[in-house]
Antibody, heavy 118, light 107 residues
Framework: VQVLESGGGLVQPGGSLRLSCAAS????????MSWVRQAPGKGLEWVSS????????YYADSVKGRFTISRDNSKNTMYLQLNALRAEDTAVYYC????????????WGQGTLVTVSS | EIVMTQSPATLSVSPGESATLSCRSS??????LAWYQQKAGQAPRLLIY???TRATGIPARFSGSGSGTEFTLTISSLQSEDFAVYYC?????????FGQGTNLEIK
């Protein structure tokens, strides 16, 4: 069971970035998936979740209206589109797979770092 | 949202001794409580879920207890690899929330 994030990098305030989470070793389409982030030296914050078929999505208030979660089950991949980025969005973004058929608890990828700075 | 409060923020313990970490929720989390371990530069690792069930591959020296609003993670006979930051997380009510972490350090 593995999830692998990619797409992080340095972006200016107001810019955009798309993160990807590639899944392998499990039936991706059977699991609701999530993104969780961790600012440097800080704790963990749930960001967004998506149902198995992408029919429903959920967002933290801090990112609502700026981030968009999506998935492509044919490619075993989940995405997070980050728009209107702010300095406070700087964090490691983790792809999180639930342990069972519920939403949580989570197994985690290694994360991808997003740095928002001019 | 449910606020998770962990105590203490830092715990200094000698190898071979036991450590007790606490987590309190502002509303009932029922038994939907997980504990994660995070080492520097690494992703969190799931240790305990459903308040007291060890995840696959987690040694028996890790044990969790509690329900409702009070939870405890106990690590007996601390090994060098156990010194890390520990987070609790409730997954009973959205949004799922984490405690601020307890840094378990070598005394």
């Amino acid at each position: 069971v593995q999830v692998l994030e990619s797409g992080g990098g340095l972006v200016q305030p107001g810019g955009s970035l798309r993160l990807s989470c590639a899944a392998s070793g499990f039936t991706f389409s059977n699991y609701g998936m999530s993104w969780v982030r961790q600012a440097p030296g800080k704790g963990l914050e749930w960001v967004s979740s998506i149902t198995t078929n992408g029919g429903a999505t959920y967002y933290a208030d801090s990112v609502k209206g700026r981030f968009t979660i999506s998935r492509d089950n044919s490619k075993n991949t989940m995405y997070l589109q980050l728009n209107a980025l702010r300095a406070e969005d700087t964090a490691v973004y983790y792809c999180a797979k639930p342990l069972g058929t519920g939403w949580s608890p989570w197994d985690w990828g290694q994360g991808t770092l997003v740095t928002v700075s001019s | 949202e449910i606020v998770m409060t962990q105590s203490p923020a830092t715990l200094s313990v000698s190898p071979g001794e036991s450590a007790t970490l606490s987590c309190r929720s502002s509303q009932s989390a029922s038994s939907s409580l997980a504990w994660y371990q995070q080492k520097a530069g690494q992703a969190p690792r799931l240790l305990i879920y459903a308040a007291s069930t060890r995840a696959t591959g987690i040694p028996a020296r890790f044990s969790g207890s509690g329900s409702g609003t009070e939870f405890t993670l106990t690590i007996s006979s601390l090994q060098s690899e156990d010194f890390a930051v520990y987070y609790c997380q409730q997954y009973n009510i959205w949004p799922y929330t984490f405690g601020q972490g307890t840094n378990l350090e070598i005394k």
